[in-house]
Structure formats: C-alpha cells, structure tokens
C-alpha cells in the first residue's frame, strides 16, 4: 500500500479522516469530482458520488486504500448536513466493505454545473 495515514499528537482525531496521509508510491491519480446523475437528496448524491469515485479507482488499479485525499463540495452548507453527509458516505463504504479515512477537506459551495447537483467529491489517489 502507498499510503499511511496518521493522526499526530497534538491534532484533533476526527473519526471520519485522518490528519495526515504519506504517500510512498509512484504513480499518483487524479479523479475528477463524481456527482449523482440521476439526483436524490444529499445523502443519495453523496453515497452514488462516492461509488463513481470507487470506480473511477478500479479503472486505474487501485482502491479506497490508495486514496491520498479528498475534497467534498456542498452546496449551501450548513452543519445540521453534517447527518445526511455522514449517512450517504456510511452507506457507500457498507456497499463497497471500506473505511475510507484519507485526509479530506469538506466546502461549501453556492452552486455546482447543475442545479440538481447537491454535492461533488474529487479524490487524488497514489498507486504503487
């Protein structure tokens, strides 16, 4: 595996990522963000957005585990989201029997390409 993930002292542990991700790999993938095609509420567009990023994984050779960062765009965040976000991605990793915990950075955003989209998730990913 390319990548360690680490919560160093002195830093917060945050259950759903870690601090810091080190990648040791060589080839490194860049995924545009995934959003939901066919819409749903946020915790429905968060989950297929997280499938589509697994997939675009696969096609490359890797996995989840590969996974050096991702970065989740919300549209007019708000913390009481926080339940859908974290129902759509528990629902997600359950179908794909993962715990994604990368270092990830969470944005909201006034709007995306289209106004039925409610979230985007891009992931960067470093392959052996």
Sequence with gaps: MAITLLNPAGLPEIPVYRQV?????SKLVF???????????????VEQAYLNVATALAA??????????????????????????????????AKLGV???PPASLL??????VPEH???IEATAVLD
Excluded: C, H, N
């Excluded at 549209?75 to 129902?87: E, F, I, Q, Y």
């Design 31 to 45: 995924i545009a963000g995934q959003v939901a095609w066919e819409g749903g509420d946020l915790a429905t567009q």
């Design 60 to 93: 490359a050779g890797g996995s989840f585990d590969d996974v050096a960062k991702l970065t989740v765009y919300v549209v007019d965040w708000t913390p009481d989201k926080m339940p859908l976000l974290l129902a759509g991605i528990d629902r997600a990793t």
């Design 99 to 101: 715990t994604p915990v």
């Design 118 to 120: 409610l979230v985007e």
């Design 108 to 113: 909201g955003v006034a709007a995306l390409d």
């Design 21 to 25: 991700s080190i990648a040791s790999g």
